[in-house]
């Protein structure tokens, strides 16, 4: 990859292919309270997407569009009519039968297909995201709307029978928890956010939903959906600076759940402030910084190639990207070669460009950042030691390859979250095991080898530091049935199709003694179809 190569990265206007431009900027105003779409008037905060265009004259980073810019009083009107259409349960989404709330989000996830092309070309230009891993994400997001409908059936189809313990029978059913704040990050806008705000909408929760700070305008297309297929009040969806309407939020009281996918700085800044901690549940996913472990008997092509995708798969802006590798020291200078040679392959370019391998980032002043925690490692002894690593063009930062990293260097326990990749020599494991242990996060960590007996000893060291542990594979989420978690600061609570809808409700039962006068009672709540909660119907 030459720099010359780097320096053509941007198109000009007239070189982005016909069906990804965006001929208009699109100024987002509605915002979605009690069922109505209301137009702001107020305040708007432009929209920049990381791909900048090459005038002829310079660069420019296009403006995409704007969002507006609530405040402290549309926030809490979305939290009013959120707790007004609970209404302590007996609002019309809580009452409705399991049943009925899944043909509402049947009838979401069939408005939601028909405007695949408008979001995921939303995700390419707002994020950066490559046209090929967003429809991964918005397919991957339906596949899990789907998959929570069946298991919802499942799980209600379990609750429609009795159960009979020590001469008590009882049916124990799932119902939903109250009002819940939905907030996602800004890498899966859509899939990380939508993997909290279904289950806890199908389990009769209402929600207050605000977007991510980057990737808001992809959630235009669905507004329309959202209104039209729930009931007015369960979905509110707001806009604008987290300090100046969530915090309002929290101050209330009123949420009862708090579903964040961000930062454990600003987890905490928030759950602080609400009055009643203890009533609040927190459904957090984290930083993280998970470790790679290559062993010195280790099938190198392999690691290699799950280090580097697992590293720099959209440009490393994963909570789930391997964000440190520590290499056996008798293996580092092939493994750093072979790397080197693998990303040299990964094509820097625009999202629409269907063999990309990097694109621009989002975040403003993140090539900063970048730059500062490599100068920082440089400074204590590292050095870039791929070709090109570190180069910056605009919003573009080609990925720097950093060795050897030590403890002293930021980069060492800082989660970079972009194309940095730190690779230590190691000696002894337990250099690799105190590394974890001493680690502020705890979400996953991968092993490459195959000597049984070093894997098992890494597998007991770190089944009680992290939520999983990947055998020459690279970190990742997926499939979306299995748990993903983490410890420490990087996780509170389980997600996965399953334990997302566990942690949007809470189990009741109704109990009584199996003597015939109870079984008299309940027979006949069950035949006169008296009660929704004591009730046999059977989802087929
Ligand atoms: O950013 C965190 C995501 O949950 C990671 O999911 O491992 O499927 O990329 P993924």
New binding site residues.
């Given amino acids: 990859m030459t720099k010359e190569f780097l320096a053509t990265i941007f198109p000009s206007e007239a070189s982005i292919p016909k069906s990804f431009q965006l001929h208009e900027k699109i100024d987002q105003r509605e915002y979605l309270i009690n069922g109505e779409l209301i137009s702001w008037q107020g305040d708007l905060s432009p929209v920049l997407s990381p791909v900048c265009i090459n005038t002829g004259n310079g660069y420019e980073q296009k403006v995409i569009g704007a969002t507006p810019l609530l405040t402290k009083k549309e926030a809490l009107q979305a939290l009013d009519s959120a707790v007004q259409a609970y209404d302590k349960g007996h609002g019309v989404w809580p009452s409705f039968t399991v049943a009925e709330r899944i043909e509402h989000v049947e009838k979401f996830l069939m408005r939601m297909r028909e405007k695949r092309a408008e979001v995921v070309n939303l995700l390419m230009w707002e994020i950066g995201k490559s046209l090929k891993d967003s429809e991964k994400e918005f397919d991957?997001t339906c596949d899990y709307i789907v998959d929570t409908i069946n298991e919802l059936k499942q799980s209600d189809r379990r609750s429609a029978t009795f159960q009979n313990e020590q001469g008590i029978m009882a049916q124990i059913r799932r119902v939903p928890l109250g009002v819940v704040l939905c907030m996602g990050?800004y890498?899966?806008p859509l899939?990380?956010t939508f993997?909290t705000l279904i289950p806890a909408l199908i389990m009769g929760n209402t929600v207050v939903f605000k977007p991510a700070k980057y990737g808001v305008l992809l959630i235009k297309p669905l507004l329309e959906a959202f209104r039209d297929s729930f009931p007015a009040g369960a979905i509110n969806i707001i806009y604008g600076k987290g300090r100046d309407t969530v915090g309002a939020l929290m101050e209330t009281g009123k949420l009862d759940v708090f579903a964040f996918?961000g930062t454990n700085k600003g987890a905490n800044e928030l759950k602080k402030l609400h009055p009643k901690p203890h009533r609040l549940k927190s459904i957090l996913?984290l930083d993280?910084k998970n470790p790679a472990i290559v062993l010195p008997d280790a099938d190198l092509d392999n690691a290699v190639a799950e280090s580097v995708m697992g590293s720099l798969?959209?440009n490393g802006?994963?909570?789930?990207?391997l964000k440190i590798l520590f290499v056996h020291k008798s293996i580092v200078n092939v493994f750093i070669d072979k790397f080197n040679a693998e990303v040299s392959r990964l094509k820097p370019g625009m999202p629409w460009d269907p063999s990309v391998g990097l694109t621009p980032l989002p975040e403003p002043g993140k090539t900063d950042y970048l730059q500062s925690l490599v100068d920082d490692a440089k400074q204590h002894g590292a050095q870039v030691v791929n070709e090109n690593g570190g180069t910056v063009i605009q919003t573009f930062f080609y990925p720097a390859v950093l060795y050897p990293v030590n403890k002293k260097m930021r980069v060492y326990t800082e989660e970079q979250f972009g194309p940095v990749v730190p690779i230590v020599a190691y000696e002894n494991l337990e250099e690799t095991i105190d590394y974890v242990v001493d680690s502020n996060f705890g979400q996953q960590v991968s092993i490459f080898g195959k000597d049984s007996a070093q894997i098992a000893k890494l597998i007991d060291a770190f089944a009680s530091q992290v939520g999983r542990i990947n055998l020459n594979a690279q970190?990742?989420?997926?499939p979306d049935t299995f748990p993903?978690n983490g410890r420490k600061d990087s996780a509170e609570g389980t997600l996965s199709v399953s334990d997302a809808l566990r942690v949007f409700s809470i189990r009741t039962l109704v109990a009584a003694k199996s003597n015939e006068t109870n079984k008299g009672i309940i027979g006949k709540i069950i035949r006169n179809r008296e009660s929704s909660f004591l009730s046999t119907d059977y989802i087929f």
Avoid: D, K, V
Wanted: charged residues 20%.
């Fill in positions: 991957r990050p890498n899966y899939n990380e993997s996918i996913g993280a798969s959209f802006q994963r909570c789930t990207a970190c990742q989420r997926g993903f």
